[in-house]
């Protein structure tokens, strides 16, 4: 009997570890991916930020922050003057993209808008430095200056970086991509202290050992790279394209289009196109596509031309969810060098 109570302890030890484990703000740096996130060893960096305080709290942290890996740091903020997400990128020459579809509700009616905020320190080739960004850029989540009283929203986010604007990709090494999720819910604000209260959950992943997304400026750079094909461990290979044709006179039309060759027919992708802003009805497209038998795909998805994808692939019972980002300009034939493809996805 007493040798079964001391196995019941060490059970309970145990027990309370893994809890503890499961629980924490960061994830092991390296790991094996469980059931919903495919299978097979990944370097997925998962870090949690939580910023929470109330008014009658006699020490209150306003602001919390997490490493965007290879990038920069991303900060929550929420003060009483002033509730955000704040990305400051530690090399101001490279141009680095903050992509958001965000969620709330405004006049009791479900909204989304896509925003995009972006830190560079050449907006043209022959700035001298003084026509870029600082080094932040942010989104606000107040609705009004004078903060509402009370708000609940979230956002789905990619963070991502290339040489600088308007410079060529090819040859350069990209960052990693970093998936981000925000949750927001304040209240009390057009009252007294002591009757407020915060809180601001943030989720941040990044693949070390993948970077998916097609970056390219100018048609000269477009045909040194506009494609991608990136081994998914458990799910097969995802194939990105963003052609330079435009379809116009003399020019050939252009695929951009993201696509999952699956290791298994059984396999099927539910899709989330947000464009735009308004309406959450008029804004949000979904669709559920199962595999075309002839191609042995899931897509070819077309890429917005100025929006975001969530993406969740299914093959053998395991989703993955992906969020791309997607800017394409392929219009101007009088000037080819401003045309540009810029898309990055990452997982959710």
Known sequence: MTRLRA??????????????????????????????????????RVQRVTVAWNG??????FTRTAVVPGIGTLTLVCRPDATLVRLRANDRSAETQMWMAKHETKNDRAVVAVKTARVYRYATAADDGRGGTGAYAGEGLNQRASIENYSSGHLDGVISQRPGRHRPADGVSPKPVTSFEVNWWWTGFEHPMSWRSCRIDAVLRTRLDQRIGVSWHGAADAARGSSQVTSVPGLGDLHLRCDAGSGGPGEPDGERSIALVPRSPDAHVHVEQVQGEGLVEDHVEELDLPLDPETGMLGPLPLPRNGMLRLFFTV????????????????????PELNVCEVAAAQL
């Open 56 to 61: 009658t709290a006699r020490k209150k942290v």
């Open 316 to 335: 053998d019972g395991v989703q993955r969810g992906y969020v791309v980002s997607s800017y394409v300009v392929v219009n101007d034939e009088v000037r």
């Open 7 to 44: 196995l019941a302890g060490v059970l309970a030890v145990l027990v309370v570890a893994a809890a503890v484990g499961v629980c924490g703000t960061t994830a092991p740096a390296s790991y094996a991916a469980g059931p919903g996130r495919g299978t097979g060893a990944e370097d997925l």
